[in-house]
């Protein structure tokens, strides 16, 4: 069936350094890619998408990039700080064919060491 | 602006009881969804209403029942309460296909 793998599970980094996430879907056909950031005790929220239609988008020290070729997405995160220290999820879905399922990664936990 | 709101957001349950969790968006979104987080699992969908007086089976929907009550609420039961079902319980919404879903904070439910 369809899933997204997501690697690594844990990632810690020094305060400043950049951060990388990447996910691998299977389902050639999907076309939207949300990444969403889980603090402890809240639900997803979103912090930035992509759609295929496009290879990379920026959003201030958070960009995600798209490699239709290899079915990879990968989250990267610059000049990391503390209150970036959360769960990180990766999705995919697609358009078009009445579904409305995204599939989700399994989750990176992001820790920013001071 | 609340956005998606979940009720209640800790129970503790027996084996056997039941439970209805209550979502409620403020959005006028079209679609609704109740996910699962187990660790290590991340979000795995049990049930969506792609718009008002339809639902549909996600990937894990046994052993609970779903009910679209309008555009606003979306409900999720639980019959007969196994300890499989401990799990955290979100509902997300989402305006239209393929936009980004917003989701609640959570009911963390522990069955005994």
């Known amino acids: 069936g369809e899933n997204v793998e997501q690697h690594p599970s844990t990632l810690s980094v020094q305060e400043g350094d950049s951060a990388v996430i990447k996910c691998t879907y299977s389902?050639?056909?999907?076309?939207?890619f949300p990444w969403y950031k889980q603090e402890l005790g809240k639900g997803p929220q979103l912090i930035i998408d992509?759609?295929?239609?496009?290879g990379e988008k920026k959003d201030q020290r958070i960009a995600v990039t798209l490699n239709k070729t290899a079915k990879h997405f990968s989250l990267h995160i610059t000049e990391t700080q503390p209150e970036d220290s959360a769960v990180y999820f990766c999705?995919?879905?697609?358009?078009?064919?009445?579904?409305?399922?995204?599939?989700f990664g399994t989750g990176t936990r992001l820790k920013v060491l001071a | 602006n609340a956005g998606v709101t979940q009720t209640p957001k800790f129970q503790v349950l027996k084996t056997g009881q039941s439970m209805t969790l209550q979502c409620a968006q403020d959005?006028?979104?079209?679609?609704m969804y109740w996910y699962r987080q187990d660790p290590g699992m991340g979000l795995r969908l049990i049930y969506y209403?792609?718009?008002?007086?339809?639902?549909d089976k996600g990937e894990v929907p046994n052993g609970y029942n779903v009910s679209r009550l309008n555009k606003r609420e979306f409900s999720l039961r639980l019959e007969s309460a196994a300890p499989s079902q401990t799990s955290v319980y979100f509902c997300?919404?989402?305006?239209?296909?393929?936009?980004?879903?917003?989701f609640g904070d959570g009911t963390r439910l522990s069955i005994l």
């Open positions: 999705a995919a879905s697609r358009g078009g064919s009445g579904t409305y399922k995204y599939i």
């Open positions: 389902d050639s056909a999907s076309n939207y």
């Open positions: 992509i759609r295929s239609n496009v």
């Open positions: 959005m006028n979104h079209n679609s």
């Open positions: 209403s792609a718009s008002e007086g339809t639902t």
């Open positions: 997300a919404s989402n305006g239209r296909l393929n936009q980004p879903q917003h």
